[in-house]
């Protein structure tokens, strides 16, 4: 995977003296940085600059090489002294209500990949906002991240549901620095515009022709109905865990709930010379996260294979 995670560990093991490669399943390096990001909060010469310094210092991409089918796991293992899985958290949690299969409802990161990708193309995405009422299901950075992309498609109008209440505008007490604030907060997507509504549980999802029109819900405190009119409605509500895919069954990776793989506080799996980072170990999470695992676990893999304290670990006493 060529996510933030795998291109930490690759950076660092690569200047620890080792030769590294990187599988992408992909067209392009970058994972959700370059499909799942929209470009007005990252734009790609970012990446592309990261990854040509990467490839002038000897990093190997193989893209377009999905693991576990057009190469063995298995063949992988007995070819390196090491593997850093980095396959991300991309298993969508999807709803389960009447309606879901009427054309315009699609999952967030579906939505958010055809726009990248169109952009990369310099061409309209084939899943295009444009003069459309667009309900988003799921108040999160992903639900957000579809705000503002469906603003710049020319929505005729954009609303971002969540099911939870709405968080308080201060910290609570059972709520300290530095845990995750659980605050409201307004993106730079949400200044430009859209409504949000809280505490809607969707109901059924509403079409004619095969084709989307409304969704009922019902407001969590009362039951109380509510319809709303829609042409595209967007799935982000979450992520489960990595794809369903071959590695435990070729390898005997262990996975725990979610398909999540399971690694100790080295990134050590149960299996030896396979590690685990970013996402497809600690779940859903944030880059700086990913980045932060990509770069530990570099530690471990070059410790494991003799190092000398070419990498150190993060703290005060760091010196990167």
């Known amino acids: ?36 990001i929209p470009d007005f909060k990252l734009e790609k010469w970012v990446i592309d600059r990261r990854l040509a310094l990467m490839r002038e210092e000897g990093v190997t991409f193989h893209l377009g090489v999905n693991v576990g089918q057009d190469v063995e796991w298995a063949d992988l293992y007995a070819q390196h002294d090491a593997l850093v899985l ?7 949690r999807d709803i389960d209500v009447p309606g879901r299969e009427l054309e315009g409802v699609h999952l967030a ?12 193309a310099d061409a309209a995405s084939p899943l295009h906002a444009g003069g459309k009422r667009v309900l988003i299901l799921g108040g999160g950075d992903t639900g957000a991240d579809c705000l503002g992309t469906a603003h710049r498609h020319g929505a005729r109008s954009v609303a971002q549901l969540e099911i939870n ?74 992520f489960l865990g990595p794809e ?26 149960n299996v030896d010379r ?12 944030l880059v700086v996260w990913a980045i932060s695992d990509g770069r530990e676990a570099a530690r471990t893999v070059d410790a494991d294979l003799g190092g000398h304290g070419r990498l150190r670990t993060r703290g005060a ?3 990167w």
């Open 274 to 285: 396979v590690y685990a980072v970013g996402d497809a170990q600690r779940g859903a999470s």
């Open 165 to 238: 209440e709405v968080p308080p505008t201060e910290r609570l007490v059972d709520n300290p620095w530095p845990w995750w604030p659980r605050v409201f907060r307004v993106s730079s997507a949400h200044e430009e515009g859209g409504e949000r509504a809280y505490s809607i549980r969707t109901e059924c999802i509403e079409g004619e022709a095969g084709r989307v029109t409304a969704l009922r819900a019902a407001r969590v405190e009362d039951g109380s109905p509510v319809v709303f009119d829609a042409d595209m409605v967007l799935l982000a509500v979450g």
């Open 1 to 36: 995977g060529s996510g933030p995670a795998g291109l930490a560990a690759a950076t660092q093991l690569r200047r620890a003296g080792h030769d590294v490669s990187i599988f992408e399943r992909a067209e392009a390096a970058g994972g959700l940085l370059r499909f799942g």
């Open 317 to 319: 006493d760091a010196a």
């Open 109 to 120: 990161m579906d939505y958010l990949a055809a726009q990248n990708r169109a952009a990369r």
């Open 86 to 92: 980095a396959v991300g958290a991309t298993a969508a």
């Open 244 to 269: 369903p895919g071959s590695v435990a069954a070729e390898l005997g990776v262990a996975t725990g709930a979610g398909g999540k793989v399971l690694a100790d506080r080295s990134f050590r799996t």
